[in-house]
């Protein structure tokens, strides 16, 4: 069997590329959840540490009172307890009459903009080093017969706040490194569905025999459908380029064959006209060379004819008991005027194949035809027909030349045997054969006899009962 040729490769393979795809997505994935999960933590954080911070520092611009000498101020203590709850945090506060600091630390960084009322106004510094969240808010306090202004600053480090988003992050970090040794088992997984229906398809006409030229109606994505329309035109358009070359070789055979014969008439009269030996001598090879033409002739009109029906096969039931008994009655004369018995075993019974009958007549003389030509005269010809493991196998063993041992290939075309030079042929019968098995989903085998001869084997599906 030829050996399909192969297409250049592309330099990369479409599954490795998938897998890559995959995985590669799947980083810049993971990388933009974890700085998304972080900085969603951080803005929680921050927002849970605001509502904290300005219920405080409301609460200790409650506490301020003015009094005859000026101010009293009470640091609420439940504030206080509640911004140490939210961790091991440093709180820093500031109260001012204008710029003048009242209580509290100097230098806390003032807020952006002044504030107007008890509305606070969160704002992040620094102080000693350390990183501030700070709240600002403003409330009037009649003074010295005035209205002013006192400023309370409140502020608190981040360090928890910096700690719940890290921890937060760092959860993050574990479930993209998790996902992350998912990928590679999942990419494989997605890049072998992806590619199964191409394999699939692959598969579906990779299976074909040589002669199966029927449009590929194998089910495939969208995304394959102009492939395969592009595969079945092809199809086509080689279908309809064989059948125009075997019409032709049917009519150039059916055309020779006629002349052929009407020359091998005058060729025989010619001969029993004429007493000169060498005359008579050279109408003989004139007569084997012209019967060697129509031989070939015939055959290459058998073997167009098997390959036609091999395109257009449509199996019906065909009973190989009652067709090779046919075949014999043809070749029956044949026999007798060489004195060679047939001896027929099994076709008694019917054995229905599904299948061409006029290929499988073909085949038939082409085997029975060979197993003749080469027997001995006075031989034996055995045609056992048996069903074995839901096969029909038809056997045909002669006792003529047998097999040359080195002998190989001798189902190609225009094969012979090289112990066979002496006899008319044209090293088409077999492979006529042997392309009629195939086309039958069968198997066609030639083997040497147990003793002497040639044992040809038909092996042939049968028919569901």
């Not at 250049?8 to 490795?16: E, T």
């Not at 002044?114 to 992040?124: E, G, R």
């Not at 600002?136 to 981040?158: K, N, P, S, W």
């Not at 067709?323 to 054995?351: D, F, H, K, N, Y």
Request: glycine share 8%; proline share 6%.
């Amino acid at each position: 069997m030829r050996t399909p040729i192969a297409a250049n490769p592309a330099g990369f393979s479409l599954r490795r590329r998938l897998v890559w795809q995959f995985v590669a997505l799947s980083v810049v994935l993971v990388i933009v959840l974890f700085f998304a999960v972080r900085l969603v933590a951080e803005r929680a954080s921050r927002a849970s540490q605001d509502a904290v911070l300005g219920a405080a520092v409301i609460s200790v611009s409650d506490g301020i009172r003015p009094v005859e000498d000026g101010l009293e101020f009470d640091l609420p203590y439940a504030a206080f307890s509640m911004l140490g709850a939210m961790g091991n945090e440093r709180i820093f506060y500031s109260l001012s009459l204008g710029r003048r600091l009242v209580s509290g630390y100097e230098d806390l960084p003032p807020p952006p903009e002044q504030p107007t009322d008890l509305s606070p106004i969160f704002y992040n510094g620094e102080y000693n080093d350390s990183a501030l969240r700070l709240a600002a808010v403003t409330r009037r306090v009649l003074l010295d017969d005035a209205m002013q202004e006192v400023t309370v600053v409140l502020g608190q480090t981040r360090n928890g706040q910096a700690a719940i988003a890290r921890e937060t992050a760092r959860s993050a970090a574990w479930v993209g490194f998790g996902f992350l040794l998912l990928v590679v088992p999942m990419a494989l997984l997605a890049a072998r569905a992806v590619i199964g229906p191409v394999d699939l398809l692959t598969g579906a006409v990779t299976r074909r025999g040589p002669q199966d030229l029927r449009p590929v109606r194998h089910p495939a994505p969208r995304e394959l459908l102009p492939l395969v329309g592009a595969l079945n035109g092809f199809i086509a358009r080689l279908r309809a380029t064989l059948q125009l070359t075997e019409t032709f070789i049917f009519e150039a055979a059916h055309r020779i064959r006629t002349p052929l014969s009407l020359v091998k008439v005058e060729a025989e009269i010619a001969l029993s006209e004429t007493s000169e030996d060498e005359t008579r001598a050279r109408l003989r090879r004139m007569l084997r060379a012209i019967s060697e033409s129509s031989r070939s002739a015939s055959q290459i009109l058998d073997h167009a004819t098997v390959l036609y029906r091999s395109e257009q096969f449509e199996p019906a039931p065909v009973d190989l008991a009652a067709l090779a008994s046919t075949v014999l009655r043809s070749v029956e004369p044949l026999a007798e005027m060489r004195e060679v018995e047939i001896v027929p075993q099994g076709l008694s019974a019917p054995c229905v194949v599904p299948g061409d009958s006029r290929m499988l007549e073909v085949a038939l003389r082409n085997i029975l035809d060979n197993a003749l030509k080469y027997s001995h005269d006075e031989g034996r010809i055995q045609v056992h027909l048996r069903q074995v493991d839901g096969q029909a196998k038809l056997t045909v063993m002669d006792e003529g030349r047998g097999l040359v041992q080195d002998d190989k290939h001798l189902l190609g075309r225009f094969q012979r045997g090289s112990n066979v030079a002496d006899v008319v042929g044209s090293g088409l019968g077999l492979t006529i054969v042997e392309e009629a098995a195939l086309a039958h989903g069968g198997r066609f085998t030639l083997t040497p006899g147990e003793e002497k001869g040639t044992c040809a084997t038909l092996s042939l599906p049968l028919a569901s009962s």
